[in-house]
């Protein structure tokens, strides 16, 4: 099982930057995904999430500037960061709960953050 987040960086205020994390297929199938993020100091959030039905949710504080996406094809889920501020630096995590018809169900799994810092 591996999941593998990448895309982050450094950007300007109210630049963009896109996400994206590919997950094995044996978990992606059937799967919910969503993107957290951890600033320091803070607790990690839910900042967006998809259902295997390409359902979304999304944190208030990033409705309007951020799209999650999947790509059941591709086994990827993706996160478009527009008009990013400041306080959207934090490292992302993707995370993958396999559906009911995987051999994984049950478990969660998280990838390894990817870094993103919004500075000028």
């Known amino acids: 099982v591996q999941l593998q987040a990448s895309g982050g960086g450094l950007v300007q205020p109210g630049g963009s930057l896109k996400l994206s994390c590919a997950a094995s297929g044996s978990i992606f199938s059937g799967s919910s995904m969503g993107w957290y993020r951890q600033a320091p100091g803070k607790q990690r959030e839910m900042v967006a999430a998809i259902t295997s039905g390409s359902s979304t949710n999304y944190a208030d504080s990033v409705k309007g500037r951020f799209t999650i996406s999947r790509d059941n094809a591709q086994k990827k889920v993706y996160l478009q960061m527009n008009s990013l501020k400041p306080e959207d630096t934090a490292v992302y995590y993707c995370?993958?709960?396999?559906?009911?018809?995987?051999?994984?169900?049950?478990?969660?799994?998280w990838g390894k953050g990817t870094q993103v810092t919004v500075s000028s």
């Open positions: 995370k993958v709960v396999p559906g009911p018809l995987s051999i994984y169900y049950g478990m969660t799994y």
